[in-house]
């Protein structure tokens, strides 16, 4: 069975960086029919799509965000990577990792984690 | 960016109902669009898939339809388990996009 689960502070102090890693078990990331996602969600609000990772490298950014945001993965640890620069208050959500396969939108979801930028 | 206008943002309905839950498009997505359930405290659950394909192991009574712009969940008898918030999301085009989400109440 697939899993996916979210590690990282839960707490981050604002102009800090937002580091989150998502770990794979039960499925290799080296998947060809598979993107590998990040996806927020801010306390009471709608979710938003943060960028996507491709075994290979291939990065896929919200422009909203790409300014901030680093996807990274390393396939022998079957783990992909979020980074977040700068980050203020209105980035304070719920984060989750996520697979996606082609056109065929998110099949498996990480339990999230809720990362609050405060000082 | 695409657009994903979902309507009703919330609504009231009793077990047994009918409930329909309704996605537009800001230009056409072809079929790719999903639709995900998501109760207090959980991470989402896709329902549908490619706009009217059932995810395996998801009750009958939920079924998609619609391609462009326009998109459908129905839910053809409302049981208890079903209250819950409601999302599609749009995968034709990066930023991948969700509607704001529909809340299934109990009257």
């Known amino acids: 069975q697939l899993q996916l689960q979210e590690s990282g502070p839960g707490l981050v102090k604002p102009s800090e960086t937002l580091s989150l890693t998502c770990t794979v078990s039960?499925?290799?990331?080296?998947?060809?029919?598979?993107?590998w996602d990040w996806i927020r969600q801010p306390p009471g609000k709608e979710f938003e799509w943060i960028g996507s990772?491709?075994?290979?490298?291939?990065?896929y950014y919200n422009p909203s965000l790409k300014s901030r945001v680093t996807l990274s993965v390393d396939t022998s640890k079957n783990q992909f990577s979020l980074k977040l620069t700068s980050v203020t208050a209105t980035d304070t959500a719920m984060y989750y990792c996520?697979?996606?396969?082609?056109?065929?939108?998110?099949?498996?979801w990480g339990q999230g984690i809720l990362v609050t930028v405060s000082s | 960016d695409i657009q994903m206008t979902q309507s009703p943002s919330s609504l009231s309905a009793s077990v047994g109902d009918r409930v329909t839950i309704t996605c537009r498009a800001s230009?056409?997505?072809?079929?790719?669009l999903s639709w995900y359930q998501q109760k207090p405290g959980t991470a989402p659950k896709r329902l549908i898939y490619?706009?009217?394909n059932l995810q395996s192991g998801v009750p009958s009574r939920f079924s998609g339809s619609g391609s462009g712009t326009d998109f459908t969940l129905t839910i053809s008898s409302l049981q208890p388990e079903d209250f819950a918030t409601y999302y599609c999301?749009?995968?034709?085009?990066?930023?991948?996009?969700f509607g704001q989400g529909t809340k299934v109440e109990t009257k």
């Open positions: 996520s697979r996606r396969a082609y056109s065929y939108g998110f099949d498996y």
């Open positions: 039960g499925a290799s990331l080296r998947s060809p029919s598979h993107y």
């Open positions: 990772i491709y075994y290979r490298g291939n990065t």
């Open positions: 230009q056409g997505i072809r079929d790719d």
């Open positions: 490619a706009a009217s």
């Open positions: 999301l749009q995968h034709n085009n990066y930023p991948l996009t």
